[in-house]
């Protein structure tokens, strides 16, 4: 059982920056990443980290978010610059356990970027 907890989300204007971060109970995992859902959107990628540091990020984001982890504090962290109104969403945080490869997710916090 893997329990994941998103904070860090709120209001922000267009052009600045917030940091998401996600505690997770255990660092066995064989990737991590962030998702997000705006209003009437699927759910889309957002960016990913494997546990030997390979990250993946959507073109929507590249060059202005990053993704970064603290294995000793079991720690995932997206840095989020930039910001654009088309950023706001929900954004969970995932995880895939090493062990069974099930996927596990935080309830998600919410990001709004107006101003």
């Known amino acids: 059982q893997v329990q994941l907890v998103e904070s860090g989300g709120g209001l922000v204007q267009p052009g600045g920056s917030l940091r998401l971060s996600c505690a997770a109970s255990t660092s066995s995992f064989s990737a991590m990443g962030w998702f997000r859902q705006a209003p009437g959107k699927q759910r889309e990628l957002v960016t990913t980290?494997?546990?030997?540091?390979?990250?993946i990020y959507a073109d929507s984001v590249k060059g202005r978010f990053t993704i970064s982890r603290d294995s000793a504090k079991n720690m995932l962290y997206l840095q989020m610059n930039s910001l654009k109104p088309e950023d706001t969403a929900v954004y969970y945080c995932?995880?895939?356990?090493?062990?069974?490869?099930?996927?596990?997710w935080g309830q998600g916090t919410q990001v709004v970027v107006s101003s």
């Open positions: 980290i494997t546990r030997g540091g390979s990250t």
């Open positions: 995932n995880f895939r356990s090493a062990y069974s490869n099930v996927e596990y």
